[in-house]
């Protein structure tokens, strides 16, 4: 059938609120682009605008993925049933409304149930799912997206999101839930059990186990935004267990608010979204600002720097994070302590880990792939996970969850800014110092957002255009491209373009997984801030005229 024959499929069967939104559509774009595809798995999960249609996230598509899920378990372990799933929920619009459908869904086919009371951080979640045995768990969140989006998120028994090779079996299960119609919603309360504050209680104690100071640090000044999210309640809490008793929060964004009135989009790697913090921490003489997204899974930080703040960025901050765990664990840091980072995450950090011989692992994009190495490290003595983190603000250390962690990574920024400033150094200082040793780095990603169906036709033809490109010849600088869609060595193949320059640098091109965009990332080194700059300004105007990316 073609879009319009779906959409008037859902005039027929739908709900009257459903039916209502879509005959209020007068947009023939609109209607395609609701009806034109069914949202796919990428990155991480199932993602997009709310609305009514099978290419928007609604009550539908989000009991198909559950029945879907529902059918893939009964396949996969169909003796273990009883282990059950369990699911959580952010702050966003129609969050607890999807959970509740896909565990009414589910409980539907005899799968057992846990799901929490209240909204709980991805990293809690994860945490259950290890703790509790589950079969799995699912996540409804659209993390750092803007307010319009929602999503669903899959994890696997160990507590890590799926990998391909298990998301591609669960997605054959969903797409052959074609009636969307006739899924079973009608839930099974014996099977159903509510979560409360206790599992959380358990996860803060676990992640804890990761304190430096033990909860006696020295003095440090915190103003904390949750980013009207799910990590309010949780970081304060691990913050008051790890001693650090002067951090006030930014009201405004304090209480759960799935419209984020006070942001474009609550997402802790743009400067914006930590605007409210940063003037509150200048007002009240703070050391350092954090902030965490809505499902409190990346975090962002402006640290002091005399009388003004400054925001360190995913690869700074992951360089830090990097430097601090292993200075401060040296002295437990064996031959199998390894770090893991993605193959677009920056430099610096893995040149602070061979320098105190740390092992460094590069995996594709996605923290499912480092929750994976976690998992095989189980039984692997050769790697001992340490930490792992990726340029988009998220982080983990320690096993108590498998998947990114701010709230771990908040007690570990303030530790670590408590025990710089007692040696009258800020973060700055320090970053200044490992660019001083390891070679300036200038690493940045720029997003193109290209939506619809066009916008998707321009994207695949973008990448098709660079695997054709004589690329030697548009920079001379470069030296080595990765397609790793061919496969490049142990990883599974992805839809990535990476280039080596003769500087010590790269760039690379890849689609969004979760998001109508494509990325450019440049990770650039130079002798200083300024040489290094002036090549990510030529390198990215390069591009943009070579793809029609201006402006």
Known sequence: MGYKDVYNDWLFWADEKTKVELLSLHDEKDIEDRFYKDLEFGTAGLRGIMGAGTNRMNRYTVARASRGFADYLHHTFPEELERGVVIAYDSRNHSREFAVEAASVLTAAGIPVRIFKELEPIP???????????????????????????????????GGQLVPSKADVLTSYVEAVKDLSHIDDRGNESLLSWLDQDVVDLFIDAAFRQSYYKGNPPPLSIVYTPLHGSGNRPVRKILAKAGFRDVKVVKEQELPDGNFPTVKSPNPENEEALTLGIRLGEKEGADIVIGTDPDSDRIGAAVRNGDRFTLITGNQMGALLTYFLCSTRKERLTAASTLVKTVVTGELGADIARDFHVQVVEVLTGFKYIGEKISRWKEDGSHDFLFGYEESYGYLTGTHAQDKDAVVTAMVICEMAACFKEKGLTLTDVLKKLYEKYGYFYDKSVSYTLKGLEGQKKIRSIMEQARALDVKQLFLSITVVEDFEKGIGDLPKENVLKYHLKEGGWMAIRP?????????????????????????????AVWEKQFGLEG
């Open 124 to 158: 809690v979640l994860s945490f259950s799912v290890k703790h509790f045995h589950a079969l799995g768990g699912i996540v409804v969140t659209a993390s750092h997206n803007p307010p319009e989006y929602n999503g669903y998120k899959v994890y696997g028994p160990d």
């Open 512 to 540: 969004s997984g979760t998001e109508p965009k494509i990325k450019f990332y440049y990770s650039l080194k130079g002798k200083n801030e300024e040489e290094a700059t002036e090549l990510f300004r030529k390198y990215k």
